[in-house]
């Protein structure tokens, strides 16, 4: 079992940013060892949406966020994070860190991952 925490969600007005991070303190080997880790948001009545996807190196996004955010892993912090860009309305909503070690045809697919955090809220203003 792997407990993944995220952090730096907020409040912010439209155009702003925020820098999601994503950790597994509990874990030994860190995040070494989850070589497919993603970001999904969820907002109230709606289901979980993969948002970005880090695949060993290889970024995924959804179309929504393309150009505006940024997933990037720092092995040697042992962190994954979410650059949040131009942030809008729309993207207000609780965002999850997801991970697992094996490969899949579907990063965005909220059903591969294994390990889940209890997620973050970002919230964006008018």
């Known amino acids: 079992q792997v407990d993944l925490v995220e952090s730096g969600g907020g409040s912010v007005q439209s155009g702003g940013l925020l820098r999601l991070s994503c950790t597994a303190p509990?874990?030994?080997?860190?995040?070494?060892?989850?070589?497919?880790m993603a970001w999904f948001c969820q907002s109230a009545g709606k289901e979980r949406e993969g948002v970005a996807a880090d695949e060993n190196g290889n970024a995924t996004y959804v179309n929504s966020v393309k150009g505006r955010f940024t997933i990037a892993k720092d092995n040697s912090k042992n962190t994954l994070y979410l650059q949040m860009n131009n942030l809008k309305p729309e993207d207000t909503a609780t965002y999850y860190c997801?991970?697992?070690?094996?490969?899949?045809?579907?990063?965005?697919?909220?059903?591969?991952?294994?390990?889940w955090g209890q997620g973050t809220q970002v919230t964006v203003s008018v």
């Open positions: 509990g874990n030994t080997d860190g995040l070494a060892y989850l070589y497919y």
């Open positions: 997801a991970a697992d070690p094996a490969a899949d045809n579907d990063p965005l697919n909220a059903g591969r991952y294994t390990y």
